[in-house]
């Protein structure tokens, strides 16, 4: 029997594949025999929201992902606000987490971003009377304003005098996490102590969450296999549980030690565990490990964008400044009370999110059959994701100035803000699902910037590769680094 031709196989199957790359070109995402988009998604994760975009763009808002041949990972995308509104709204009876959802964010456990029905609603209920009192908004902005005062800014404040650089994401995520840490625990992390210490829970929180993206985009069996074997990103995660786990555990005995017969100090954990001692520690540790994790991470996040948005469009900046000196009259920091006034500084941060939203990916999934307001065809527990980062960048959806930072875009005639343009923007979601926290996350945002520059200008260093990191949450990959220098609004 004749031996083959190896050198012909090898060219033809070449030409085969460079046919087949030439007929699908067009199409929002090459798919390849036997291996379907895959290959397409795992070369392009370096850039992956950009290529995402590019793909939705293409694909005129829609598209259907066909994984390897065996697998089962298929899957709708999409970024047409009109689809989105339909699955969070419209018919948000038929959309929910779907069946993997839970063991692909196993780190959450049951909390209130993971649970689903009669869970969902009874936890929603509870949180929502607990953010909505007064005396919480009130504890949350003094714990930020006093954490700026006392650790953020006399780090700055030596690094202005040194002339020393700063990773300013790292300081902004310590910020927000021992703010939040006392907003929901009760006690202050230490994450602005001086030689600024690793705290193990923010980094577990950090390599657990960058395990996630990839559950997303690898068949299941595969991920799970890595995590039996840990290996790869599941070693970090199965690692991370461990530390999230006994870190929230410690905490939580210590505030019910602590609680006794007094009542709520004003934290969440206090103001739950006093009002039902019923409630388990598992619902306990899911609840504190869910708004942990959302506080830290978005807040944090969007701040560091902003820095550096703020730094490449100093007109904003200039405007900023100007309201904030208005506003300020002489005073060294701004009420609470006074905060609505930082009408376009609350724009500015819109526009943040708008463009780089902490949380830059959803999904769901179809419980029965279903067909998109775009005519898609959804079958029964299709899963269907909505890439909030690729809306922002839509010509058809934001205009044709959709990548510009243009905070304008937020304010009405009369100067004051617009109304939420809910299903565009949906960073903090929308519908019955849509995001509690988001009074607070704009009080803690404001209240950071506007310390931050009333007493400094933030300077980013030239030359570094500013770009987000493939993770569940938009961070930027390396860091941000900047140096500082100091000022004051009544010069």
Known sequence: MDLPNWPELFLATLFFLFMHYMKQRNKPVVSWPLLGMFPSIAINTHCFFEYLTRALNRAHGTFSFLGPALTNLEFILTCDPKNIKHIVKTNFSNYGKGKDFKEIFDVFGDGIFIAESESWRIQRKMCHAHFQSKGFRAFLAITTQDLTDSGLLPLLGRAASQGSQLDLQDLLMRLTFDSTCTSILGRRAGCLSPGLPVVPFSKAIDDGTEALLFRHIVPRSWWKLMKRLEIGWEKRAVHARRVIDKF????????????????????????????????????????????????????????????????????????????????????????????????????????????????????????????????????????????IYSMARMEWIWGKDCREFRPERWIGEGGDLKPDLEFKFMTFNAGPRSCLGQDMAFTQMKIAVATILANFHVEVVEGQNVSPKTSVILSIKNGLKVTVKERSLQA
């Open 248 to 387: 929230v555990t410690e905490q939580i005995a210590i505030t019910k030690s602590q609680l006794g017969s007094v009542g709520s100090s004003g934290d969440l954990m206090s103001s739950y565990i006093s009002s039902n001692r019923s409630l388990s520690d598992t619902f306990l540790r899911d609840t504190a490990v869910n708004f942990l994790s959302a506080g830290r991470d978005t807040s944090g996040v969007a701040l560091s964008w902003f820095f550096w948005l703020i730094f490449k469009n100093p007109h904003t900046e200039a405007k900023i400044i100007e309201e904030l000196r208005n506003v300020l009259d002489g005073r060294t920091r701004v009420p609470l009370e006074d905060l609505h006034q930082l009408v376009y500084l609350h724009a500015a941060l819109y526009e943040t999110l708008r463009l780089y939203p902490p949380v830059p990916i959803d999904h769901k999934a179809a419980v029965h059959d279903d067909v998109l307001p775009d005519g898609t065809t959804m079958k029964a527990g299709t899963k269907i994701f909505y890439s």
